[in-house]
């Protein structure tokens, strides 16, 4: 498979979700789609037919234009069957309680960054994982993907209808979201013990890791101006945030909702945790679909790094039953264990290629 550009993978993916905004009901298209200007989104993604082949999607072009032009109320059914629309699919569990709908929604983060936000639905349970980073562009993508569950899945759900937001881990992007849910829903707040003092403490954390960086930094050799430029960047945007209580402290194998296991993965971050939803796995940045996630050292932040993050991969990729992963960004994943031992292989190679490079000062 060739290789795609993120920044093409980022365009065409764009352009797509906001053509198929023209298939929406017209009081989302005057309310919470009001943004998007589906028919120029139109034109771009006709004009660049050859960066639409290189991401794999002519197909699925060709058989939304098709639709556009024709409005065959059932053949615009069955294509948000299949693929969703607008920044939101439906996948179902099909092991365990019957009729439990997973809905994923992309959510722009931060600019040109897309998040996976899930909520799931089973009886009377309402449970969102993740929340977005509370920036503009994710409040806004938020408001829009309710509209479209609503709207085109016939699925009521609002802030207020959540019974819980479960944070998979400590990173703005996916918990930035809190201080909106907090706001105006009555959803309690759930993360992982080790995660939780980010939340409720956040200044106290940021003041922290500002020090571990600068001095990690300062110990590899990086210059003062170096240094002060990347402090500048990590802590931008970051003071947006209100400290936050948690509701319910996680821990590994808790159940929560309708009986979905917490498993704890750390590494990427220290309280990370993949969601089981019966055969299905949320896996959040911990397993994705094309890249890996970056590794702190644990000199910076304790329970992170490769070290625990390689036990925690073949931890997940001991899970029986899993049918279907889905990932905190990116696409989904049909084969968990051979995406476990490509990201491990991966790894193991950069190791080896690093271990090379140092033989010899430089």
Sequence with gaps: MAHVPSRIRRKIEGLLRHTEAALLPDAVLAGEAAHIDAPSARAELLASHDEVALVGLTDRVAQLVALLDSRDAAAVSAYVTQHGVCGVARFHATTGASGTRIYMMSVETFPDHINNVYVIAEDDSRIMLDCGSGFPSSLRDMALRFAVIRECF?????????????????????????????????????????????????????????????VFWRRAGVSDDERTRMLAMYIGGKKAFIPQEVDRLLRDGDKIGPGYVVHHVPGHCPGLICLQVHDVLLTSDHVLARITPHQYPQAITPFSGLEHYFHSLAKIRRLEGINLTLGGHEEPIWDLRARCDAIALFHRERLAKTLEACKAPQ
């Design 154 to 214: 016939h699925e009521d759900i609002h802030y207020e209808t959540l019974d819980f937001v479960v944070v998979s881990h400590a990173h703005l992007d996916h918990f930035g979201g809190a201080n909106h849910v907090k706001r105006t829903s009555r959803a309690r707040l759930a993360v992982h013990e080790l995660d939780a003092r980010v939340l409720a403490c956040f200044d106290e954390r940021l003041v922290v890791v500002a020090k571990d960086l600068d």
